[in-house]
Antibody, heavy 120, light 107 residues
Framework: EVQLVESGGGLVQPGGSLRLSCAAS????????MSWVRQAPGKGLEWLSV????????NYADSVRGRFTISRDKSNDTLYLQMDSLRAEDTAVYYC?????????????WGQGTMVTVSS | AIQLTQSPSSLSASVGDTVTITCRAS??????LAWYQQKPGKAPKLLIY???YLQSGVPSRFGGSGSGTDFTLTISSLQPEDFATYYC?????????FGQGTRLDIK
C-alpha cells in the first residue's frame, strides 16, 4: 500500500523551530519529487516547498523561503521539513505529498497531515 | 505567481444532479492542472490530473476538461459521498498554486 505518514507537529512558541518528518512506503521513493503543502484552519491549500527525486533541486514559496528547509533521505525513505523562525501565521496542518513526476506534477498521494500550532 | 480563480465559491445541489466547477488561470498553463476533493478533517484526494485524466480508482462520474487558461470539473449524477470541497491546482510553473476552493453542499 502506498502511504505517507507525517510526524513532528506540535505546539511551538513564536521564533521557535520544529522539524517535520514524512515516512514513505509502498513506492520507489527516490523516483518522485516530494512536496510540503499546508492548510491553515478554515483556509485553503498552500504549497510550501518541493524537492526533486534526486534530492538536488528544491523550490520554496516566498512565504517560507529562508525560514524553511526541505530535504529527503533515500536511506530511510523519509522527507523532512525544517521550520525555523516560526510565526503565528505558520499555524496549520502540514501535509507531505508525492508528485507524479520527478520535479513537478499533480500530487497523487498525500499524508494524513500533522498539526503545527505557533503560539505563546 | 499564477493565480487560479474558481467559480462558484460554493454551491448547493441534490443527489443525482450534475454540477460544473470552473477554474481560470491568470496565464496559460497548457494542461498542467489537477483537481482534488477534500472532506473535513481529511487530506485532499487527487481526482483529475493533466486537466482531463481520471486518477486510478476515481469514479467515472468525475470528468475534467480544458487547456490554456480555462478548465472545468464536472460531476455527473451526484452521490452523497461527493459533497465536499474541491480545489484546482496548477503545476505548470513554480510556485505551484491552488484555487481558493469550491464547497459543494447538499441542497
Amino acid at each position: 500500500e502506498v502511504q505517507l505518514v507525517e510526524s513532528g507537529g506540535g505546539l511551538v512558541q513564536p521564533g521557535g523551530s520544529l522539524r517535520l518528518s514524512c515516512a514513505a512506503s509502498g513506492f520507489t521513493f527516490s523516483t518522485y519529487a516530494m512536496s510540503w503543502v499546508r492548510q491553515a484552519p478554515g483556509k485553503g491549500l498552500e504549497w510550501l516547498s518541493v524537492v526533486s527525486d534526486s534530492g538536488g533541486p528544491t523550490n520554496y514559496a516566498d512565504s517560507v523561503r529562508g525560514r524553511f528547509t526541505i530535504s529527503r533521505d533515500k536511506s530511510n525513505d523519509t522527507l523532512y521539513l525544517q521550520m525555523d523562525s516560526l510565526r503565528a501565521e505558520d499555524t496549520a496542518v502540514y501535509y507531505c505529498a508525492k508528485q507524479r513526476y520527478s520535479f513537478i506534477g499533480a500530487f497523487d498521494v498525500w499524508g494524513q497531515g500533522t498539526m503545527v500550532t505557533v503560539s505563546s | 505567481a499564477i493565480q487560479l480563480t474558481q467559480s462558484p465559491s460554493s454551491l448547493s445541489a441534490s443527489v443525482g444532479d450534475t454540477v460544473t466547477i470552473t477554474c481560470r488561470a491568470s496565464q496559460a498553463i497548457t494542461s498542467a492542472l489537477a483537481w482534488y476533493q477534500q472532506k473535513p478533517g481529511k487530506a485532499p484526494k487527487l481526482l483529475i490530473y493533466d486537466a482531463s485524466y481520471l486518477q486510478s480508482g476515481v469514479p467515472s462520474r468525475f470528468g475534467g476538461s480544458g487547456s490554456g487558461t480555462d478548465f472545468t470539473l464536472t460531476i455527473s449524477s451526484l452521490q452523497p459521498e461527493d459533497f465536499a470541497t474541491y480545489y484546482c491546482h496548477q503545476f505548470n510553473t513554480y510556485p505551484t498554486t491552488f484555487g481558493q476552493g469550491t464547497r459543494l453542499d447538499i441542497k
